[in-house]
Structures are given as C-alpha cells and as structure tokens.
C-alpha cells in the first residue's frame, strides 16, 4: 500500500507531462497548418488565373472539389470505424502535403511550358483531393481535441491557438503577395507560385510530423460499428425537423448564392483591375482581420439580443456587398468595401453556428448536425459554382445586348448583380421562417471557444465549436450553498 501512492503520483505526474507536451505540440502545429491553408484558401484562384483558366474553368474550380468534399464530410464518419483516428488524421495530412507540393509541381510545369493544354484540368484534380482531405481530416480532428484539452483549460488553449492561426495566415498572405507581385515584375510568376506551394507542402508535412507526435487518448473501444448507410439515413431522418431544414436551407442557398460570384472578385481584381499581387493580398487582408476582430462584438451582441436578430441584421446587409463592389474601382474604397463586408460576414457566420446549437435535439451529436449542414451546404456551392461558371462566359454577350441602357465598367458587374438578387431573394424567404428558439441552457458565449478553422476573403471565417467549462469561484460556490429563500 506504501508503494501505491508514489506510484499513482508518478502516473499522475506523467499524465500531466504528455499532456502539456502534446498541447505545446498542438500549438506548433498550428503555425504549420497555418502555412498550408493561408496560401491554398486564398492563392488557388488567383493562380487558376496565372493559369489562365476560363470563366467556366473558375466555377468548375470552386464547385467541383465542393461537391466531393460534401461526400466526403459524411463518409469520413464511416472512415473512423475502421481506423484509429490518430492513423486517419496523420495519414491524411501525409497525403495533403502530397498533393500541395504537386501544386507547386504544376506551377513548375506551367513555367517550362508543360501541359498546355490539361493544366487547368490537373488543377481541378488536385483541388479535389486538397477539399477532400480536409473534410476527412475536420470532424476526427475536433474529436480529437475535445477528448484530449481539458474543459478548464478549452478557453486560454483555443483562444491561444486560434490567435497563432490567425498571425501566422496573415504574415503568409502578406508574403505571399510580396512574392508574387517580385516574381511577376521579373514575368516569372509561375516560380513564385512554386515558391508558395512548396512552402505550404513542407508547411503540411511539419503539421504530419507534429500531429504524430501528440497524444491520443482514444479508447478501442470508442469506436462505434456505425454503417456507412447509418449515416445517409440520418441526414434524411434530421431534414423532417422543419427548423433545422430551414436553417439548413438558408446558410446552404446562401453559400451557393455566394459561390456564384466567389472566384470571381480574383479575376477583377487581378485581371480587369490589373492589381498587384500585393495590393490583392491587402484587399483580401482586410476582411480577414475584420471578421477576426468583429467575432468579440458580435458573440456579446448575440447574448444580450439573441442570434436571430444578428442573422436578420448581416443576413438583410449580405446582399447589399457584392453592389458596393460597382461603385467604384479606387483601391482604398474597395479596402473600404472589405471593411464592411468582414463586418457583416463574421456577424452572420457567428450566429448561425450559435443558431445551430440551440436548435438541435437534446442528446444529439452536435459535430454530426454540424457535419450534415456542412455538406448541405457544399451541396450548394457545387451548384451556384457552376452556375457561376456559365454566367460569367456569357456575361460579354450579356453586358453588350444591354449597353444602350447600362454600359457596365466590367462584364463582372453582370455576375455581381445576379449574386445580390440571388443572396436577397434567400434571405427574404428563409428569415421570415427562422424564429429565436427558445433557449435551453447552453453555455454564454464567453464560455464557448470557437477555432479559426480557416479564413477566406469572400465566403468568411470557418470556426469550430467546443464549449468549455469555467472554473467555479469561491463565490460561485458559496452562493450555490446558500439557501434560497421558500417563495
């Protein structure tokens, strides 16, 4: 019995020690994610461009990788019954590092004058498998997380972790525009796309070698016998709640309204603008930081107001975005314009995942409601990208049949246009049926962590969830052991 108390101390002890390792692991892996997603999320169109990929070509590289990526947000599910999830998150990223370094490959090839005429092709290729690795990898991931950080220790660990994402992203745009915009200036761009995809490869494979190294405390046994057929009967059995299929509807449509136009604010950027890379970095910079910075606001809004009044307030403004675009092509008004949009974009990306969370069915899997509005939703961006595609290679014909009345100073107008009556005629349907649930008693909004999953100019920040559990105070326990007073 002596024995058994120092032991247990030094099983505590090393417990302890694996933990805050395998957390300062996480912290690192962070930065080289980081370096992976801030070049792939925010240089994929802009190098479809230097590519010279077509109008339709662009839809096709915003809605085709959406669409395998909505099939492989379910089946991963599925992927987690026959494979430790420590094996599938490492192997997976093993894999993406793989494939971004053949994106710099292709950026090699396109310099030399290679594949001339499938490049666009190897690229939607590629893109593919880049979504779809991300979409296996995100709900194990969060799992993984949520068993492994204590729930005292969930604010200061995320919070930490989400300002690293977000420094680390930046400081890669702003390279990557820099770098660009040199090679460009020397008619070797393609080597500055080399030099970006490399870096997010080897960014991947420190990530890969990183999440290998931590911890997980995942029991065999938690492994459910979940049948892939389980899955696709579930989004249909939760699609019956008309709450949820109308929220479901409305951030899906919307998505896909937004797709539509997506691609293409790159392309008048860059193409018809003639911005710099650089200046095309800080345009998009400038949304990214304000919905970074707005989230604060907003989650004290949606506490004291309710989330539905904030959906109603960015979901009425959403529209609106895409018109401010046509007033003007001065740089500093379409900082501006960035401005508000991160303004209005981090408001509604807040409250609909906060919506989500009062909505759903007590003792159900939040990850699996989130995963089935996720692929909802990518559904959607698979459409609105192709219709996107097709507007935009008939936007010429389109803008010359209506000169006599309106002459447009870009044939993008047209899609710009089109994307504003689309994303109002979603709001103007789907709001009026989205009522404030009544709240069950769920954590305030100081004590739920979001993660900067990724950030993106146009389409705004993807944040994960996991509540937390604040540490009681003497306070909280003394009032908890007074005695209320009969009434």
């Known amino acids: 019995m002596e024995n058994s108390v120092p032991h247990r101390d030094q099983n505590r002890r090393d417990r302890k020690d694996t933990l805050r390792k395998t957390l300062r692991y996480s912290h690192q892996e962070a930065v080289a994610s980081a370096t992976m997603t801030g070049t792939n999320d925010n240089f994929l169109n802009a190098f479809a461009i230097s590519l010279q990929a077509t109008a339709l070509q662009m839809g096709w590289l915003t809605a085709i990788p959406q669409l395998f990526g909505a099939i492989w947000q379910i089946v991963s599910v599925w992927m987690g019954n026959h494979a430790k999830r420590k094996s599938l998150v490492v192997g997976i990223a093993l894999l993406q590092s793989v494939i971004v370094g053949l994106l710099a490959l292709l950026a090699v090839a396109y310099g030399r004058g290679a594949l001339q005429t499938s490049r666009i092709h190897w690229l939607i290729i590629l893109a593919v498998g880049y979504f779809s690795c991300i979409n296996i990898i995100q709900p194990h991931w969060r799992a ?112 896909g309204a937004v797709a539509l136009s997506a691609p293409f604010f790159a392309v008048y950027l860059l193409r018809d603008l003639q911005f710099t890379y650089l200046q095309f970095s800080l345009n998009s910079i400038a949304s990214i930081a304000t919905q970074f910075l707005m989230l604060h606001f907003w989650g004290r809004f949606s506490d004291r107001f309710g989330n539905h009044l904030v959906m109603v307030i960015s979901g009425c403004m ?105 994303r109002a005629a979603v709001v103007a349907y ?53 005695p209320k007073e009969p009434d």
């Open 144 to 255: 993984w997380m949520g068993s492994l950080v204590p729930r005292s220790r969930r604010g200061v660990f995320f919070a930490a972790r989400s300002r690293l994402t977000m420094a680390a992203s930046l400081l890669v745009f702003i390279s990557g525009g820099i770098v660009l915009s040199y090679t460009d200036a020397d008619n070797r761009v393609w080597l500055g796309f080399a030099l970006l995809f490399g870096a997010a490869a080897s960014g991947r494979l420190i990530s890969s070698f990183l999440l290998w190294r931590m911890h997980d405390p995942e029991p065999e046994s938690s492994r459910n016998a979940m049948r892939l057929r389980d899955s696709w009967l579930h989004v249909r059995e939760s699609l019956k709640d008309p709450t949820f299929r109308h929220y479901s509807f409305l951030v899906a449509c919307l998505q």
């Open 318 to 422: 959403i529209p609106i975005i895409p018109l401010l675009w046509l007033v003007s092509p001065d740089p500093v008004y379409l900082l501006f314009v960035q401005v508000v949009s991160g303004i209005f974009w981090s408001g509604f990306t807040l409250s609909t995942a906060n919506y989500l969370y009062d909505i759903r069915p007590h003792q159900t899997n939040f990850s699996l409601y989130a995963a089935i509005q996720s692929g909802t939703g990518a559904l959607m961006v698979f459409c609105g990208g192709l219709l996107g595609g097709y507007l935009a290679t008939h936007a010429p014909e389109i803008a010359t049949s209506i000169a006599e009345f309106w002459e447009p100073g870009s044939d993008l107008y047209i899609v710009f246009i089109t994307t504003a009556i689309l």
């Open 430 to 482: 789907f709001l009026p049926l989205l009522k404030e649930p009544k709240i069950r008693k769920r954590p305030k909004f100081l004590e739920v962590i979001f993660r900067v999953a990724r950030i993106n100019a146009i389409s705004g920040v993807s944040l994960d969830w996991m509540s937390v559990s604040r540490k009681r105070t003497k306070r909280d326990l003394s009032q908890q052991d007074t």
